[in-house]
């Protein structure tokens, strides 16, 4: 007949593989939802809680070179049920380490009176793990369910020297990093886009990573953007990342272009002060310069054709995905060209800041120093967005996606 801890075995046992099981399948659905057949909306957030939870089967998949099949059913199946048999296998783990310390106490000098109660032992074991456990949920639930879609809106005014006096009070709303695709929705984006709008900007500026990756976002991704070249009292004028190289850049760029977004990796274009219109070729004395660079990572820059015909005194902005650009020796070189505000995103803010420890993991050759904010660079001060979207990890601890709202003013 069996014993009382060989039936509460089987029963836990039991118990374990329906865990593991739902677990498996309910992860895996809103993976394969989201990445496979690309459903949009809230299936993609509570996706990216699942990604977080079976992050270590992920981590295996990749480390056995099967990161080819991350979009695909077998894929999803295989990193969910790996990371959840762990997850199973550490609770059993702890459970029965809590038995050992609650049943048998680890014998000592002292005498048995001062022997901890044994309900007190339990009480602080029971403790331990209902923190652990509600700590390891609600830790990645927050920074994947509801920080990453609080969206925050950050103000600058930015003095500009040679500034024409058309110009002052210039607004530019910046919007950077959507990541259109399997992990941001498309009701996220139309969300950060009306805020843009409600700010009644003079100029949007897009600066890259529209999508996540591929190609099979970029029409949609566009069509998005078509409210914002509506609603801009000037224009709305982008450039590309380096997301958006992993699929088809001269695609995406058309695409945008067919929205009337004003597309200018490595170009230029001029606002007339008089008119306030987007103009191809210099107008004269006033203009304000608007000058792309393509991708530092992902495509190339051509800094002489996109300052080409900007007469010195013509005051400049460079929209740059990447903020490392700021360092680059043509701008930072005695006689380089000349740039008076460099917008950019790419870092994401790091995505998590951590108290005391600051951001971990900043994409930039530079540390933390463009994680995020208005910056001085080596030459001319830099702006970074935040950006809307996720890139490597679906989470946001710390550091909210953000719109940017840029006030030009006249320099002393």
């Known amino acids: 007949m069996p014993t009382k801890p060989d039936l509460f075995r089987s029963k ?30 809230f299936t993609r957030i509570i996706a990216n809680f699942g990604y977080i939870v079976a992050l270590p089967g992920w981590i295996l998949l990749y480390a056995a070179g099967l990161s080819g099949i991350r979009d695909q059913p077998l894929g999803i199946i295989i990193a969910n049920a790996a990371a959840w048999m762990l997850w199973i296998v550490l609770l059993r783990i702890a459970l029965i380490v809590r038995t050992k310390l609650v049943n048998h106490p680890r014998p000592d000098s002292n005498p048995p009176s001062d022997i901890p109660d044994p309900s007190r032992r339990a009480f602080l074991c029971n403790a331990t793990i209902g923190v652990t456990t509600i700590g390891a949920i609600t830790t990645p639930g927050y920074a ?4 990453p879609w609080s969206i925050k809106t950050r103000r600058y005014t930015v003095p500009i020297k040679d500034l024409d006096p058309a110009f002052e009070g210039l607004k530019i709303v910046q919007v950077a990093d959507t990541h259109l695709g399997p992990r941001i929705p498309a009701s996220f984006i139309e969300q950060a886009y009306q805020m843009a709008i409600a700010e009644n900007p003079d100029l949007i500026f897009l600066t890259g990573d529209h999508v996540h990756d591929g190609t099979k976002d970029n029409h949609h991704a566009a069509l998005l953007c078509k409210p914002l070249v509506e609603n801009a009292s000037i224009a709305t004028v982008g450039v590309l990342g380096n997301h958006d190289w992993w699929g088809d850049g001269n695609r995406l ?42 991708d530092l990572t992902d495509d190339h820059i051509d800094t002489d054709r996109a300052f080409r015909a900007i007469h010195p005194d013509t005051p400049r902005i460079v929209l740059a995905h990447n903020p490392d650009c700021a ?33 971990p ?52």
């Open 12 to 41: 836990l046992t039991s118990l374990s593989i329906s865990i593991w099981l739902a677990a498996t399948v309910i992860g895996s659905a809103s993976g394969i939802a989201s990445w496979t057949y690309h459903i949009d909306g």
């Open 144 to 147: 994947t369910l509801v920080e």
């Open 253 to 294: 760029i058309e695409e945008l272009r067919s929205q009337g977004v004003h597309m200018i990796d490595n170009d230029r274009i001029w606002i007339d002060p008089k008119s306030r219109s987007i103009t191809q070729t210099h107008p004269g004395p006033g203009a304000l310069a608007l000058v792309g660079f393509g």
């Open 327 to 359: 360092e680059l020796d043509a701008l930072t070189k005695p006689n380089g060209a000349r740039v008076d505000l460099m917008c950019s995103g790419h870092t994401h803010g790091g995505q998590v800041k951590i108290p005391l420890l600051g951001t």
């Open 361 to 412: 993991m900043v994409p930039s050759e530079h540390g933390s120093k463009y994680a995020g904010g208005l910056v001085q660079g080596p030459a001319f001060p830099v702006h970074i967005s935040r950006g809307i979207g996720m890139s490597l990890l679906p989470v946001r601890f710390g550091v909210p996606p953000e719109i940017s709202v840029i006030t030009l003013t006249r320099a002393d």
